[in-house]
């Protein structure tokens, strides 16, 4: 991950870098994410998975192929998810969707994934607070590499998906290692492990 010192509003890093993947915007400061063909790899077969059970039981829900999250109206902060789904009915309501694809209310996310990269305490600690103060139902944190700090994965360290659950204002967590059925509260047909989505 880079960082810029450049300061950026809202508004100028969606007509600068909306269309780029490789960048979010952070307390107006430009992150580069630097995404890897592994971490490509894991996203993309999770994505695949996700679309699958999407098709069999939600047909109103959709992964964008690009999407920001604004957390805060306050603050020029953009994130860029992994994976996101949203529920196209609701859309209606997201005051900039038919301009830009950038989402502002937690209720038009049903569910939000990250794939841990060097950068894992951001998705274990910040986006876990934003997305929770943003009302995401569902957000995964796929650690693939098992990245985290002890405290969030355990010891020994190891590859874990956790799936945070909103319960009332906090998220519920569960995680589970290699082999272990993943369950998920939104897809609740999805077949997966984390073996599945690992780069051969």
């Not at 880079?2 to 780029?20: K, R």
């Not at 992150?31 to 996700?50: C, Y």
């Not at 319960?167 to 984390?194: A, F, N, V, W």
Request: include cysteine; hydrophobic fraction near 40%.
């Amino acid at each position: 991950m880079v960082t810029s010192s450049q300061f950026l509003t809202l508004e100028t890093f969606i007509n600068q870098y909306g269309d780029s993947p490789r960048y979010e915007l952070v307390d107006g400061e430009l992150i580069d994410m630097e995404p890897t063909g592994l971490h490509e790899t894991v996203s993309g077969k999770l994505a695949t998975q996700m679309g699958i059970a999407l098709t069999a039981e939600q047909p109103t829900w959709f992964i964008p192929r690009t999407c920001l999250i604004r957390p805060f109206a306050n603050t020029p902060t953009a994130r860029r998810p992994d994976i996101i789904v949203l529920d196209e009915t609701v859309l209606v309501h997201e005051p900039l969707w038919k301009k830009e694809p950038v989402i502002t209310l937690g209720k038009s996310i049903k569910l939000v994934v990250e794939v841990v990269s060097s950068n894992w305490e951001t998705d274990y600690a910040r986006k876990v607070e934003e997305y929770a103060l943003l009302g995401i139902r569902e957000y995964w944190i796929v650690d693939y590499q098992g990245l985290g700090g002890v405290a969030f994965i355990g010891k020994p360290k190891q590859p874990t998906f956790t799936v945070c659950e909103l319960i009332d204002e906090d998220y519920q967590q569960k995680q589970y290692r290699l082999t272990e059925s993943i369950i998920s509260p939104s897809l609740p047909s999805l077949k997966l492990c984390l073996n599945d989505i690992l780069p051969r």
